[in-house]
C-alpha cells in the first residue's frame, strides 16, 4: 500500500467512526425512532443507567460470539477496534449534542440532517480496508450461509428493532427511514467518494 493509500485509507475511516455517531445522536434527539441496532443500543443504556458506550460493547460482544457460531470458527475480534471507537464518539456526541433537540417541523430536518451524515460516514467507512464493526460481520457470516445481504441486513435490523420495543426503546418513522431510506443515500455518497479516490489515487481501490 502506497502513502498516498494508507492516509486515504486512514482519513476515510476516521471520518467514518467518527461523525457515524454524531448522525446516530441526532437522530435519537429527533425523538421519531432510529436505526434498530442503535435504538437498542440506547435502550439497553437507559435500562440499565450506562453510558451507552458500553452498551454498545455489550451488544458487539454478543454479536461477535454469534457470528463466530455461525461461521462455527473462532471471534472475529478485530471487528470489536469499530465498536470501541465508535462507543467513544457516541458519548462525546451525546454531550455535545444535548441541547439540540427534535419537535416538529424541527423533528424531521434533524431526522434528514442526521440520515445524510450517517450515510456519508457510511460511505467513507466501507471503502476503507480497516476492520468492519460486528454487526457488519455478521451480516457478512449470514450472507455467507446463503442468505441474500439485504434480506440479512434487514433481518437483523428487525429483530434489534423488537427489542429495542421490549426494553422501551424509541421506535417511530425514523426507524423506518434509518432501515430502508439510508442504503440509497449511501450508495450516492460512496460512488461519488469513490469516484474522487478513483481520480485521485488512480487505481480505482483505496488499497
Not at 38 to 54: G, K, Q, V, W
Not at 63 to 73: C, D, E, P, Y
Request: proline share 3%; net charge positive.
Amino acid at each position: 500500500m502506497t502513502p498516498g493509500a494508507w492516509a486515504c485509507n486512514l482519513a476515510l475511516y476516521g471520518i467514518g467512526v467518527g461523525i457515524m455517531p454524531m448522525g446516530v445522536v441526532l437522530t435519537i434527539n429527533a425523538h421519531l425512532g432510529a436505526g434498530g441496532y442503535d435504538a437498542l443500543n440506547f435502550a439497553l443504556a437507559e435500562r440499565l443507567r450506562i453510558n451507552t458506550s458500553l452498551g454498545i460493547y455489550a451488544t458487539a460482544v454478543l454479536v461477535v460470539i454469534l457470528t463466530a457460531f455461525i461461521r462455527k470458527g473462532y471471534p472475529r475480534l478485530e471487528t470489536f477496534i469499530s465498536s470501541f471507537f465508535l462507543g467513544i464518539f457516541t458519548d462525546m456526541w451525546k454531550t455535545v449534542l444535548a441541547p439540540i433537540q427534535g419537535t416538529g417541523l424541527a423533528a424531521i430536518l434533524l431526522i434528514m440532517a442526521a440520515g445524510v451524515v450517517v450515510a456519508f460516514a457510511v460511505a467513507c467507512y466501507i471503502i476503507s480496508v480497516f476492520p468492519t464493526n460486528p454487526t457488519d460481520d455478521l451480516v457478512v457470516a449470514l450472507h455467507e450461509r446463503g442468505i441474500r445481504l439485504g434480506t440479512a441486513k434487514v433481518s437483523l435490523d428487525a429483530v434489534c428493532v423488537i427489542l429495542a420495543v421490549l426494553l422501551g426503546g424509541e421506535i417511530g418513522i425514523g426507524t423506518i427511514v434509518c432501515t430502508f431510506g439510508l442504503g440509497p443515500v449511501i450508495d450516492m455518497f460512496h460512488r461519488r467518494i469513490h469516484g474522487k479516490i478513483y481520480g485521485w489515487l488512480g487505481n480505482g481501490k483505496v488499497v
